[in-house]
Structures are given as C-alpha cells and as structure tokens.
C-alpha cells in the first residue's frame, strides 16, 4: 500500500511582460509625420496570453495608422490606440509601429505614453510602461508674388500693386509681415490687406498678416500715383516666426512702364449765325 505516492501540484502562470518606445524624427517638424516604435518583451518564464498595449497619444498628434508585428490588431477611440497582440512566448517579442502626424501649429515638447499588460501576474511591472518625450520644431516656407495693373500706367493715374503671401508649409506661420519699399516716383495712396493691417511711413508699407495656416494665402492690394514717366521698380518682402527652408522665394521685384498721357479735346463756336455775305465771320 505505501508503494505508490501521489502529489498534486498547483501550476501558476507568470509571464514578465517589458515595453519599450522609440521615436523617430526627434526632433519632429509641425505638420509632418511621426513615427513611434513600441517593442514588447516577455522575460517569461511562462508564455503571455492576452498581451494588450495601450498607447495615448498626445495632444496635436492624429493618428494614421497603427501595425502590430508580427500578427494581432490594433483600433484608435478619440486618440486612444489600443493593440491586441494576441499570445507571446517566453523569450519572444512583438512590435507595433504607430504612425502619426503632428499638427501644424504643435509646438515645444509632446509626450507620449504606452503600457503593456497581459492575462498573466506580472513579477516586475516597473517596465510594462513607456514614455517618449518629442521636441517639436515650427518651419514654414513662405513666398511672396506681385503683380501690377495698369501696366504701362500714365502718371498721375493709380496703379495698384497686388500681393499675394503663400504659406507653403509645413507648420503655421506666425507673426507674418510683409514690407514694401515703394518706388521714389509714386505717391502712396493706400493699403488694404485681405486680413491683419497696413502702414505707411516714409514710402515704407508694413503690414502686419499675423498666422497663415499651411497651403493658405492673403493678399495685399498697395494703391500708389507715379508722379515722372519711365520704368519705375518696386521691390518687397516677406519674414515669419519660423525658420524658412527657402528664403529665395520670400522676395519679389516688379517693374512698371510710366508713360504721359493727356486727354486733349477741341469745340467750337461761330459768331454770327447766320453770317450775311460779305461780312466777317
């Protein structure tokens, strides 16, 4: 009878699940795309079942898509990514890579925060979350065009000076400001912008855009007299707050052909009429 034993032994699960985070650009320009890389480790000694990652995205991050390696799924709800990886074995790994774009007027730093859990207790759960910080950089490609009308204009008539300011991108521009130095030969007239204000002192037009949004523009009409004939040039400028990547097109310089021009005209009247023959007319 006592030549056999038995013994039940309770089996626990205990897997030690480990995130990491990488991201890349950094630093990240506003308006383009940012790439983070989450990496999830189990330590084991047991396999993973259930493995969930959750990652928060920060403010003025939108997310485009979201891929779990090398198999599960992932969903986003109001900026929240939530990925299920399914089961990880002992020593095994999985990724996910988040792509996101930035929003043009971010600034300064993001944050962003990952966790990791799974079905398994967890011995060490200091490392189940990750957290990347992100510089943001503001860079904005502003141009500035011109044209004039009447071309060739008479002087004293009013020629007008069209400008308009493009924010090509990627981020906002910011305190944008447009500065026309006008020709010698003219009379400043006025300026009207299609937003923010103009002014003019010393045959010096300033005007003051404030924020342009990528792919947007704003216009600036300068209404001026030439006052002698010949080809009179006008030269302005545009600057912002942010670093420009091509300040080649962030002047323009127009020339406009002044000529004379007088509108004369003749009438007549006859004294007497009629007139007898003979007499003076």
Do not use: H, W
């Not at 950094?26 to 983070?36: I, S």
Request: charged residues 20%; contains cysteine.
């Amino acid at each position: 009878e006592n030549n056999a034993a038995t013994e039940d032994t309770r089996v626990a699960r205990r897997a030690d699940l480990a995130i990491g985070k990488v991201d890349e650009p950094d630093p990240v320009v506003a308006g383009e795309d940012l790439t983070y890389t989450l990496t999830i480790t189990n330590a084991g000694p047991s396999e993973a079942s259930g493995v969930m990652v959750t990652d928060t995205l920060p403010a003025g991050v939108t997310l485009i898509s979201a891929t779990p390696s090398p198999s599960g799924s992932c969903g986003e709800t109001e900026g929240v990514v939530v990925c299920d990886l399914g089961t990880i074995a002992s020593g095994g790994s999985a990724t996910v890579t988040i792509l996101a774009s930035v929003d043009p007027s971010a600034s300064d730093l993001i944050t962003n925060t990952a966790e990791v859990a799974g079905n398994e207790a967890d011995p060490n759960t200091e490392d189940n979350t990750a957290t990347e910080d992100t510089t943001v950089v503001s860079r904005a490609d502003l141009s500035i065009t011109k044209a004039d009308d009447p071309d060739p204009v008479a002087t004293g008539e009013t020629l007008t000076y069209l400008f308009t300011v493009t924010n090509v991108g990627p981020s906002d521009a910011t305190g944008i400001v447009v500065t026309d130095t006008l020709p010698t030969e003219v009379t400043f007239v006025s300026a009207t912008p299609s937003q923010g204000t103009c002014t003019e002192t010393a045959s010096v037009v300033t005007c003051d855009l404030g924020t342009l949004a990528p792919r947007g523009t704003v216009t600036v009409s300068v209404a001026v007299t030439p006052t002698v004939t010949g080809v009179i040039t006008n030269t302005a400028e545009v600057a912002g707050n942010e670093t420009d990547p091509n300040v080649e097109n962030n002047t323009v310089t127009e020339g406009t052909n002044v000529t004379y021009r007088a509108d004369l005209s003749v009438t007549k009247v006859d004294d007497p009429d009629p007139v007898v023959a003979g007499e003076t007319l």
